[in-house]
């Protein structure tokens, strides 16, 4: 029954891995986003998908690539880990982006550690 | 720049009270704005929303208030309980540009037993 899941809930890894976090959800939306949330719980938006296509790239290094093979799912990839990409990683998604809003529903979290 | 507020960062409360949690936006251009809740170790979850057209939007023991002269939002949950702990966060959507949502800073509630 679970709206929108994430996995793995806790990565720990080394400084120069590459690593993927995966998203799905079953509410049949259309859109989908990642969100990183620091130590001082500030949540920013990273990437959004609607219908696959990506729609908001803000500004994060290229090390982190989302991918969305389908509308139910939205990958998120980062290459060579560094100290300051620890935090927790959330994914959203919505019926759509309509302008007025559209409801957010938030997986658990990845809580991302790097050594 | 645009930034979404929060006046305090802790709010303690004691159970039974009734709370309000303040937000400060700045973009005038915003048009819908939500209040999020966050338990320890779990995803926002949506509490309630508001349109620029209304003042004010009740649901259950919580109440959003919209003040767009001074750009102010508040959140007030009447006789707050232990599960009201969590820490609560504003967003706001504007009107130009890519739908997104701003998130605020965030403010903790503790409820005092």
């Known amino acids: 029954d679970t709206a929108v899941s994430q996995t793995p809930k806790y990565l720990v890894t080394q400084m120069g891995n590459d690593k993927s976090i995966k998203c799905e959800q079953n509410?049949?939306?259309?859109?989908m986003y990642w969100y990183k949330q620091d130590s001082k719980k500030f949540l920013k938006i990273m990437f959004s998908y609607n219908n696959k296509e990506l729609i908001i790239n803000e500004t994060v290094p290229n090390r982190f690539s989302p991918k969305s093979p389908d509308k139910a799912h939205l990958n998120l990839h980062i290459n060579s880990l560094e100290l300051g990409d620890s935090a927790v990683y959330f994914c959203a998604s919505s019926q759509g982006i309509r302008q007025g809003g559209d409801e957010q529903f938030f997986g658990p979290g990845t809580r991302l550690t790097v050594l | 720049g645009e930034s979404v507020g929060l006046h305090l960062p802790t709010l303690s409360v004691q159970e039974g009270d009734n709370s309000i949690i303040n937000c400060a936006y700045s973009n005038s251009a915003s048009d819908y704005f939500i209040w999020y809740k966050q338990e320890s170790g779990k995803g926002p979850q949506f509490i309630i929303d508001i349109r620029s057209n209304m003042d004010k939007r009740q649901g259950q023991r919580v109440t959003v208030l919209l003040n767009k002269t001074v750009k102010h939002l508040s959140l007030q949950i009447a006789a707050t309980q232990p599960g009201d702990s969590a820490v609560y966060f504003c967003?706001?959507?504007?009107?130009?540009?890519?739908?997104?949502?701003?998130f605020g800073t965030g403010t903790r509630l503790k409820v005092l037993a």
């Open positions: 509410l049949g939306h259309d859109t």
């Open positions: 967003a706001e959507v504007p009107t130009s540009g890519t739908y997104k949502y701003i």
